[in-house]
């Protein structure tokens, strides 16, 4: 078998055998098709397509071309959720304790964040002690004892990804379906769960814009999790505004917990209660959206939630304290109101650029190596729609490096577009893509 006939296959628009795919993927992770090669075979999935099949195997062979983990000696079914990523989205640190809180076993292995803010593992770490190096064992314990453990994923799971998608960045073959679902796909088969619950989301923040190739990515998952043999749902959702009021690590924490404590309504805590409703229904505890909101709601009114988060806080070696007195956490050196400069309805947001903001403040990495600061970023006081004065508070950055702040302000205050027109109210969800 040639690579060069694999590439010209594509190349004219036929399909690829699983033989073809696996070829192609092991080659290239053991370093015998070169990056010339590869780059020219994804130019040609870019253009012409991978069909449901097609990209099934081409998940399943990344998935397999690393270590594969074992959770079968965790009772029940073992239930993750993913989401594609957004401004303010820190629901894995209220849906994880809801779910365990109802009886189930969350186990999930993040990545790092590299943009605008860090990813779970970065809000997590900013948790005084907490630690995401877990060995396997230990995980294990976690999710069987208490129902739910993060922990970063080890270097030797999925391999091919992480070589793929470094070159797909470099050679602007990132935005294609079936490549983005594979990469995502993979790691969540990897982990080892027994369902998977994606959060896709879809606006200004997200990293598809449009909502209909939202529902196509999301299509193309929940078809790669039942080929797969994982029960796979699907929840586009809307990112046209940052999720929650929180863009920073600490913050992000500190809303969470806020949330589990049952202070406000908002939000992220109704994508993280859908979050939660469909993992429970995955997991076998509930058979209707309905029983399982009522037992979600009854995890977070009784305080059975803010228990579970606290115990995966102290096994992992975190200070529980934290989910009591949250003034634990880093806090900024400096507090500072951001106002409007003019008179009208929030019309727009563009949402990557408050998420742009935060990270100029040192909320997030532009580069893998960057440090982050876990007690800076931007806490908003006013969403879309709402109708604000000239001189209105629209956030409050938290700040450490004042010599970033003009910068940083001038970004977020020119992502608002106040006019005299309310905008239409967006859903916050709008669709469910089930198998």
């Known amino acids: ?56 195997d081409l998940t399943l062979s990344m998935a ?79 999710v069987s004892d208490i129902g739910l453990s993060v922990m970063g994923q080890s270097n030797s799971l999925v391999p091919a990804d992480k070589k793929l998608y470094a070159l797909r960045d470099v050679t602007g073959t990132v935005d294609n379906i079936s490549l983005i679902a594979s990469s995502i796909m993979s790691k969540k088969i990897a982990s080892g769960s027994d369902a998977i619950v994606l959060d896709i989301k879809t606006g200004s923040g997200a990293f598809m814009k449009r909502i209909s190739d939202s529902i196509k990515l999301a299509e193309a998952m929940v078809e790669i999790g039942k080929l797969a043999g994982r029960k796979t749902v699907g929840i586009v959702t809307d990112m046209n505004q940052p999720l929650g009021s929180s863009v920073g690590n600490a913050l992000e924490v500190r809303e969470a917990v806020e949330v589990l404590q049952g202070k406000y309504e908002c939000d992220l805590k109704v994508i993280a209660f859908t979050l939660a409703a469909r993992m429970l229904i995955l997991s076998g505890i509930c058979t209707s959206e309905s029983e399982a909101m009522e037992k979600v709601e009854d995890a977070l009114v009784s305080g059975k939630a803010l228990v579970k988060l606290a115990q995966m806080i102290s096994a992992q070696g975190g200070d529980p304290a934290v989910v009591e007195n949250l003034s634990l956490l880093p806090q900024a050196e400096a507090k500072i109101s951001v106002k409007a400069d003019k008179t009208g309805f929030i019309n727009e947001i563009d949402t990557a650029d408050i998420g742009l903001s935060a990270m100029l403040l040192g909320a997030g990495r532009a580069a893998k190596d960057d440090v982050i600061d876990p007690a800076v970023g931007i806490w908003l006081t006013k969403r879309l729609g709402d109708y604000v004065k000239k001189g209105d508070e629209l956030a409050v950055f938290h700040v450490n490096n004042p010599e970033r702040f003009e910068e940083a302000k001038k970004l977020f205050k020119a992502a608002y577009k106040i006019t005299s027109e309310q905008p239409e109210e967006l859903p916050l969800i709008y669709t469910i893509i089930e198998e």
């Open 1 to 56: 078998m040639l690579i060069t006939d694999i590439i010209n296959r594509k190349k004219t628009g036929e399909p690829l055998s699983r033989e073809e795919i696996d070829f192609f993927v092991k080659g290239y992770v053991d370093g015998t098709v070169p990056d010339y090669q590869a780059s020219a075979l994804l130019m040609a999935i870019w253009f012409r397509g991978m069909d449901s099949r097609e990209t099934a």
């Open 64 to 142: 397999n071309s690393g270590d594969l983990i074992d959770l079968s000696a965790i009772p029940g079914v073992k239930v993750d959720k993913h989401s594609t990523g957004g401004v303010s989205d820190g629901t894995t640190l209220i849906t994880a304790p809801l779910v365990a809180a109802c009886g189930g076993k969350v186990a999930k292995m993040s990545g790092r964040g590299l943009g605008h803010t860090g990813g779970t593992l970065d809000k997590l770490e900013s948790i005084p002690g907490f630690s995401v190096q877990l060995g396997m064992e230990e995980f294990i314990a976690n």
